[in-house]
Nanobody, 120 residues
Framework: QVQLVESGGGLVQPGGSLRLSCAASGSIRSIKAMCWYRQAPGKQRELVVGLTSSGTANYEDSVKGRFTISRDNAKNTVYLQMNSLKPEDTAVYYC??????????????WGQGAQVTVSS
């Protein structure tokens, strides 16, 4: 079984920065992709950025140049550095990790979500 624990988030003024972390633990054999999604009130969940095992990152257009995804392979942890935050970035942010467990089964798990509020 694989679990994710998210940390970070909070309240920040426009133009500020926050960093989210998501640590994966459990019976992990390999990780295929680590992604961040967000869901704003009244809107559908959307992909913010995905990071493949080869290191390729694909960002949603509105966050390009402001958000950066990174990964610590030794810790099975993914980070989302968010700079120049805007009120429209306000949402609950979820990490998602896909991979293969030690029993060779594929897994697709979600973090518990972290609230990010950008407001003056």
């Amino acid at each position: 079984q694989v679990q994710l624990v998210e940390s970070g988030g909070g309240l920040v003024q426009p133009g500020g920065s926050l960093r989210l972390s998501c640590a994966a633990s459990g019976s992990i054999r390999s990780i295929k992709a680590m992604c961040w999604y967000r869901q704003a009130p009244g809107k559908q969940r959307e992909l913010v950025v995905g990071l493949t095992s080869s290191g390729t990152a694909n960002y949603e257009d509105s966050v390009k140049g402001r958000f950066t995804i990174s990964r610590d392979n030794a810790k099975n942890t993914v980070y989302l550095q968010m700079n120049s935050l805007k009120p429209e970035d306000t949402a609950v942010y979820y990490c998602n990790v896909r991979g293969r467990s030690t029993s060779l089964r594929e897994f697709d798990v979600w973090g518990q979500g972290a609230q990010v509020t950008v407001s003056s």
